[in-house]
């Protein structure tokens, strides 16, 4: 997902440096990749909660029950967490940055 934003924002920004290009189709394009990406953002952030949950009660339960097993699943799903952590990190960090040439590409059609 990562490099799929990566080129967006590089099309996108050429798109930006062209004055013949079609301001309001790449506004109507751009609206639909930041839907995208708000609906996979959502989807993350689900994933990350329940995800979090789950490590709760997994650690919970390794208080009460001493089973190297439970400790085991802890230390899995904690790496796991980790990572939906850095994803949803950097999939914010993709929408605030298309939220800023949404703004531009806003800016620009106002101005003509």
Not at 40 to 49: F, G, S
Not at 86 to 109: A, C, P, T
Request: charged residues 15%; aromatic residues 16%.
């Amino acid at each position: 997902m990562n490099k799929v934003m990566i080129n967006h924002e590089a099309f996108m920004h050429k798109t930006l440096e062209d004055p013949a290009a079609n301001l309001e189709w790449f506004l109507s394009y751009h609206q639909s990749w930041i839907q995208f990406l708000q609906h996979e953002r959502l989807v993350h952030l689900l994933v990350t909660l329940a995800l979090s949950l789950i490590l709760i009660i997994t650690f919970s339960i390794s208080l009460f029950l001493t089973n190297p097993c439970l400790l085991i699943l802890f230390a899995v799903l904690a790496v796991l967490l980790g990572f939906y952590i850095f994803h949803y990190y950097k999939l914010e960090n993709g929408v605030q940055r298309w939220y800023s040439i949404y703004d531009e590409l806003m800016l620009r059609i106002n101005q003509k």
